[in-house]
């Protein structure tokens, strides 16, 4: 058995401050939030493809679109044509691994065509902002921003899973 580690102590994960979380959650970082996301739309580059296994068998592809070199959202892909996935749907077939290269191709043109939604979501646990992301009229992703809706972070999944991909080459 470890022994119990105090809240200073390294390696433990200082508790939450949930009234830190409510004082942000405010009207007017919302609507900064959303500001942020729409000034930042156009530097978005197309980012890295990839495709993997989902743990149901399902072939996935996946892609991000970075600002200043750090992964701001991930968007999903049909494996079958490369067409752009709204957020909750997933693939539904084995895939073809040719249609990677569809979906590079297809990057580049998505930042010129996603529109920064009227509205945003405070996640608590992440301590920042959600602002969705449509692609003809549905929502595909979600840049997250500061709190404070002043700057828009990297998505830290995203982040993870380059790094895991970059480890795996």
Not at 5 to 24: C, I, Q
Not at 31 to 39: F, I, P
Not at 91 to 119: C, W, Y
Request: proline share 7%; with cysteine; aromatic share 4%.
């Amino acid at each position: 058995m470890t022994p119990h580690k105090e809240p200073h102590e390294e390696g433990h994960k200082r508790p939450h401050d949930h009234a830190a979380g409510r004082a942000l959650n405010t009207r007017e970082n919302a609507t900064k939030a959303v500001a942020t996301s729409r000034a930042c739309i156009s530097a978005l580059l197309p980012g890295r493809v990839w495709s993997h296994r989902a743990p149901r068998g399902e072939f996935e592809i996946k892609a991000c679109l970075m600002l200043d070199d750090k992964p701001v959202t991930v968007l999903h892909f049909n494996p079958e044509d490369g067409s752009l996935l709204p957020k909750g749907l997933h693939a539904l077939s084995a895939g073809k691994e040719e249609v990677v290269a569809t979906v590079e191709a297809r990057l580049k043109s998505i930042p010129q065509e996603i529109n920064v939604l009227d509205g945003a979501e405070f996640r608590e646990p992440e301590f920042c902002w959600a602002v969705p992301l449509a692609h003809q009229g549905r929502i595909v992703g979600h840049i997250k921003v500061s709190a404070d809706g002043a700057n828009v972070v990297a998505d830290k999944k995203t982040v993870d899973d380059l790094a895991r991909l970059e480890e795996n080459r």
